[in-house]
């Protein structure tokens, strides 16, 4: 395990071994620097985080760049991707009243996959982590909330569940 802390931009990156090679996660934590003496606290911080996330995912855990990939890979063979169904399926988390609506602006499976990429990127990097188990998902859920209510949900094991809070 190898854990990477670049004072400068403040972020962290955890390298793992795994059965494929290795893994790596890059956390930028969102942080107000005061003073230079809380940079050293601030990195300290992120690296706890890395270094929590990282272990995480190396011992079988909730992998965090798994989830994203999963949310952005083809639904059933199709055009759209998971998230970009999920747009589909929520218009209203995206502003719109109706399918109908949503599809007179993002015409094109390529137009709503961004959509749901790119919210995604927004939840996971600015988003607060829970986990819990229970009804659907008695194996466990992990969802990423922004401070507005909006979330994303993933089982476990990292598969999609779809978008969560309405706007």
Known sequence: F???VNAAALYVTAKAPTLFGSSSLSLKPSL???SVKNVAVAEENAAS???????????????????FKNAISPFKGGNLTNAGRAVTKHPQYFGFESTE?????????EALNNLGSATLKDILRN???TTGAGGRYP??????????????SWNIDGTFIGFRGIR
């Not at 985080?49 to 989830?67: C, M, Y």
């Not at 194996?139 to 994303?152: F, H, K």
């Open 139 to 152: 194996n466990g859920w992990v969802t990423y909330t922004l401070p507005n209510g909006n979330a994303a």
């Open 2 to 4: 190898e854990l990477i």
């Open 32 to 34: 107000k620097i005061k």
């Open 101 to 109: 609506a949503l599809m007179k602006v993002y015409r094109t499976p």
């Open 127 to 129: 988003g607060v982590r």
């Open 49 to 67: 985080a890395a270094v929590d996330e990282g272990a995480e995912a190396a011992k079988g855990g909730f992998d965090t760049i798994g989830a």
